[in-house]
């Protein structure tokens, strides 16, 4: 790794590696550019060549060492430009990530090298202090990996946070660069600022990651919240609707009776009724829940789906959803068949436009099963699946249904089985 006074060919070349391979986890989910694997191998030995060509005397002022950390670690970003697509900010900080990470890993190997008997151990073989400092990273390596790491999203992130965790990550490493270059210093100072770079570090990936998804969650947890007050609105819409067609469905139905009575009692040829009679019918409730803003919820939905071609079946063995708060249930059926509806109008085969309701009771429970079928992948982010159009609230419906099912103290569960997407709810009724 880094030498106190300079930087010898061999060190230079090590420490371009151990960052390259802790770039390397940050961008795992990255898209790679063409002949990855030629371009990858091709451009790391020549960020090798150029970083062991350039030498300077030990006796060189610090502020020069200093620098030459700097390109070193621009040499790596350079190569992961040259390698990875996306958003270049994002593929910067991603880098950055992991440059803390192998400063975190190569602190965490100065403070094992003070402890007596390992420095003993160090010195008696080079061999030896390489297999400490790569099992040393690799554990470090692993841990940042799982915390960290593996969540990496690519492009996606804040931008303000990640200039932060960038800005920190770079001080830390600079000024800690400073100190290593100082003469004499004990091993209790040593210890001191070794410990306060892995805490910079760790804080800094903590910005980056755990912040920001505090704050994306945070932003969320806003959208539904809006989500759920046009929901209100649209269920006052939606029942005055439904009462103003109840209106008109019985006067139609009256009129019919008349017609045909009259028709009968002439003896007057007249077309078939039937079909009006059926289109009538299709405004009844599709099902009775227990629940009269359900109820009004599955008959507008019914209607919703006629309009796509979707098919919109529905059975209920319980009437007990009145123990729930309507509003909240409301806006679970409503984004649970929503995003069912979209799925399935999308499916070629006409036959399976389908979305399929059931509820029903299991002991001191509700269960509520919807399942679709769907054309093309679905993608899943922390075990839901997520929609890439993030505008006008699309991309919250499963995350909206999980807030919702925890506000009542249930669980849910999605699967995926060949063609059909299932959603399985399960609410306690105590």
Same mark, same amino acid.
Not at 81 to 86: A, D, I, M, T
Not at 163 to 188: F, H, T
Not at 245 to 268: P, R, S, V, W
Not at 349 to 356: A, G, S
């Given at each position: 790794?880094?030498?106190?006074?300079?930087?010898?060919?061999?060190?230079?070349?090590?420490?371009?590696?151990?960052?390259?391979?802790?770039?390397?986890?940050?961008?795992?989910?990255?898209?790679?550019?063409?002949?990855?694997?030629?371009?990858? =191998?091709?451009?790391?030995?020549?960020?090798?060549?150029?970083?062991?060509?350039?030498?300077? =005397?030990?006796?060189?002022?610090?502020?020069?060492?200093?620098?030459?950390?700097?390109?070193?670690?621009?040499?790596?970003?350079?190569?992961?430009?040259?390698?990875?697509?996306?958003?270049?900010?994002?593929?910067?900080?991603?880098?950055?990530?992991?440059?803390?990470?192998?400063?975190?890993?190569?602190?965490?190997?100065?403070?094992?090298?003070?402890?007596?008997?390992?420095?003993?151990?160090?010195?008696?073989?080079?061999?030896?202090?390489?297999?400490?400092?790569?099992?040393?990273?690799?554990?470090?390596?692993?841990?940042?990996?799982?915390?960290?790491?593996?969540?990496?999203?690519?492009?996606?992130?804040?931008?303000?946070?990640?200039?932060?965790?960038?800005?920190?990550?770079?001080?830390?490493?600079?000024?800690?660069?400073?100190?290593?270059?100082?003469?004499?210093?004990?091993?209790?100072?040593?210890?001191?600022?070794?410990?306060?770079?892995?805490?910079?570090?760790?804080?800094?990936?903590?910005?980056?990651?755990?912040?920001?998804?505090?704050?994306?969650?945070?932003?969320?947890?806003?959208?539904?919240?809006?989500?759920?007050?046009?929901?209100?609105?649209?269920?006052?819409?939606?029942?005055?609707?439904?009462?103003?067609?109840?209106?008109?469905?019985?006067?139609?139905?009256?009129?019919?009776?008349?017609?045909?009575?009259?028709?009968?009692?002439?003896?007057?040829?007249?077309?078939?009724?039937?079909?009006?009679?059926?289109?009538?019918?299709?405004?009844?409730?599709?099902?009775?829940?227990?629940?009269?803003?359900?109820?009004?919820?599955?008959?507008?939905?019914?209607?919703?789906?006629?309009?796509?071609?979707?098919?919109?079946?529905?059975?209920?063995?319980?009437?007990?959803?009145?123990?729930?708060?309507?509003?909240?249930?409301?806006?679970?059926?409503?984004?649970?068949?929503?995003?069912?509806?979209?799925?399935?109008?999308?499916?070629?085969?006409?036959?399976?436009?389908?979305?399929?309701?059931?509820?029903?009771?299991?002991?001191?429970?509700?269960?509520?099963?919807?399942?679709?079928?769907?054309?093309?992948?679905?993608?899943?982010?922390?075990?839901?699946?997520?929609?890439?159009?993030?505008?006008?609230?699309?991309?919250?419906?499963?995350?909206?249904?999980?807030?919702?099912?925890?506000?009542?103290?249930?669980?849910?569960?999605?699967?995926?089985?060949?063609?059909?997407?299932?959603?399985?709810?399960?609410? =306690?009724?105590?």
């Amino acid at each position: 790794m880094l030498n106190a006074e300079m930087l010898s060919k061999f060190e230079a070349i090590g420490y371009i590696i151990e960052v390259l391979i802790a770039e390397l986890l940050f961008l795992h989910a990255y898209k790679k550019r063409n002949l990855f694997w030629v371009r990858f =191998p091709a451009a790391a030995v020549i960020a090798g060549i150029i970083a062991s060509s350039i030498t300077y =005397p030990a006796a060189s002022i610090a502020i020069y060492r200093f620098m030459f950390f700097f390109f070193l670690i621009a040499l790596t970003v350079g190569v992961m430009l040259f390698c990875y697509k996306g958003n270049s900010f994002s593929i910067v900080s991603s880098c950055i990530a992991g440059v803390a990470t192998q400063h975190i890993a190569f602190k965490l190997m100065t403070i094992i090298s003070l402890i007596p008997s390992m420095s003993i151990l160090l010195e008696i073989s080079v061999i030896y202090r390489i297999i400490v400092e790569v099992l040393t990273m690799a554990v470090v390596y692993t841990i940042v990996y799982f915390m960290a790491a593996r969540a990496q999203v690519p492009d996606r992130g804040s931008i303000r946070l990640n200039i932060l965790s960038v800005i920190v990550v770079l001080i830390c490493i600079g000024v800690n660069r400073l100190v290593a270059d100082a003469k004499g210093l004990s091993n209790e100072v040593i210890v001191a600022s070794s410990i306060y770079a892995i805490l910079c570090c760790s804080f800094a990936l903590s910005i980056q990651f755990y912040l920001h998804k505090w704050q994306q969650e945070k932003a969320e947890s806003m959208v539904i919240k809006g989500l759920l007050s046009a929901s209100e609105k649209q269920y006052e819409q939606w029942k005055e609707m439904v009462e103003f067609n109840n209106i008109q469905m019985h006067d139609l139905k009256h009129m019919l009776n008349h017609i045909e009575h009259f028709a009968g009692k002439e003896k007057t040829d007249i077309p078939d009724l039937s079909p009006i009679r059926e289109s009538i019918e299709s405004f009844a409730p599709i099902v009775r829940t227990g629940n009269d803003v359900i109820d009004v919820l599955l008959r507008n939905m019914g209607a919703l789906c006629r309009q796509q071609g979707v098919r919109l079946n529905c059975v209920s063995f319980t009437d007990k959803l009145d123990k729930f708060d309507s509003m909240s249930l409301y806006f679970l059926f409503g984004n649970a068949i929503d995003n069912a509806r979209a799925g399935a109008a999308t499916v070629s085969d006409k036959e399976k436009r389908l979305v399929d309701v059931s509820l029903k009771q299991f002991g001191d429970s509700v269960i509520i099963h919807v399942w679709n079928y769907f054309e093309g992948d679905i993608t899943f982010e922390d075990k839901l699946p997520v929609s890439k159009d993030l505008e006008n609230g699309h991309g919250f419906g499963i995350k909206s249904i999980k807030v919702i099912v925890d506000k009542f103290g249930g669980a849910f569960k999605t699967q995926v089985e060949g063609d059909v997407f299932h959603l399985n709810i399960i609410l =306690p009724l105590t």
